[in-house]
Nanobody, 112 residues
């Protein structure tokens, strides 16, 4: 069974930082773009960021541009989402996606 496993979610204060990790099956980082999505309270699931295969090009939603950084470590088969200057609006469950596969999500709560 294919597994994408997110981790790193936690309670963090506004203005703080957090790094999420997504462990993917071996070689998938060389096969698929990897995306982070989030579901925030009262909203539909929204796309957050993408890292593309081959070129390592990245893309971000306007709401996180300049604050979040997506990166990948092929050797570790892991994709990261570095979250900086977080606000309460960043609270939600963060999901990793590859093709049609999804992880179970990791909870991020931004609160003082």
């Amino acid at each position: 069974q294919v597994q994408l496993v997110e981790s790193g979610g936690d309670l963090v204060q506004p203005g703080g930082s957090l790094r999420l990790s997504c462990s993917v099956p071996r070689f998938w980082l060389e096969m698929y773009d990897i995306r982070w999505y989030r579901r925030t309270p009262g909203k539909e699931r929204e796309w957050v960021a993408t890292v593309r295969i081959g070129s390592d090009a990245t893309a971000y939603a306007d709401s996180v541009k300049g604050r979040f950084i997506i990166s990948r470590d092929i050797g570790k088969s892991t994709v990261y989402l570095q979250m900086n200057k977080v606000t309460p609006d960043d609270t939600g469950v963060y999901y990793c996606n590859a093709f049609t596969y999804w992880g179970q999500g990791t909870q991020v709560t931004v609160s003082s």
